[in-house]
């Protein structure tokens, strides 16, 4: 094979056509995107999948042969945020080496939370929205606590490495620490949402302090 034949194979390879699963996966992702878009725009009960069809340049087809229905595909947004949240967790709580170091951590993680719900009302509504929806809908509201869950589990698992590392005497069992901690957060999304500005960066963090062995 001379040089011009290996430039030609090279470009070739280059350019393969994707695959059926490159194929699907692609479209996954510009339909995520366009329901991201369109559900921000219009509230989830608002949104159609013809809406998001148009947005995402496919036919309705092509949504439901990804999702089952708009609510699975705002449930798959959900799961995706959920997972960035797990990580951002992961890479703040893991690194914490003695017991200053985890109140410092966790009163960071407490306040990227607060932070989080602060810069993205939209989405806030949208979840209390989906939430009011999903957990009258059978075949929603098990996948939604199962979402649930696997926050609370890595909250709950996070927190046992640090009390088994550092000897830590726990007011609370790791698990209802975990439920305690994430039904403030969620209580003072709420209040944010009713009342714009009366939940300062620091209340998470300081409601914890009652939470944590002294």
Do not use: C
């Not at 698990?175 to 039904?183: R, T, Y």
């Amino acid at each position: 094979m001379d040089a011009e034949e290996v430039k030609v194979s090279s470009r070739t390879e280059t350019r393969r056509r994707p695959n059926r699963a490159e194929k699907r996966e692609a479209n996954r992702q510009r339909i995520l995107r366009a329901a991201r878009s369109v559900f921000g725009k219009r509230g989830f009960h608002g949104a159609t999948i013809e809406e998001i069809a148009d947005e995402a340049g496919l036919s309705n087809g092509a949504i439901y042969y990804n999702f089952q229905s708009k609510g699975e595909l705002f449930l798959r947004l959900l799961e995706e945020r959920q997972d960035e949240r797990i990580e951002h967790m992961r890479r703040t709580l893991s690194p914490a080496i003695d017991g200053q170091a985890l109140d410092r951590a966790l009163a960071e993680e407490a306040r990227d939370a607060i932070r989080s719900l602060k810069d993205s009302r939209e989405w806030r509504l949208l979840v209390l929205e989906f939430i009011a929806y999903a957990v009258r809908t059978p075949n929603l509201a098990p996948k939604l606590t199962a979402n649930e869950l696997k926050l609370r589990d890595a909250l709950t698992e996070l927190m046992q490495q640090q009390i088994a590392a550092h000897g830590i005497t726990p007011t609370l069992p790791a698990a209802e620490f975990a439920l305690g901690v994430i039904a403030l957060a969620e209580g003072l999304a709420v209040q944010e949402l009713t009342d714009p500005g009366a939940v300062r960066d620091d209340l998470l963090p300081d409601l914890l302090t009652l939470l944590l062995p002294p």
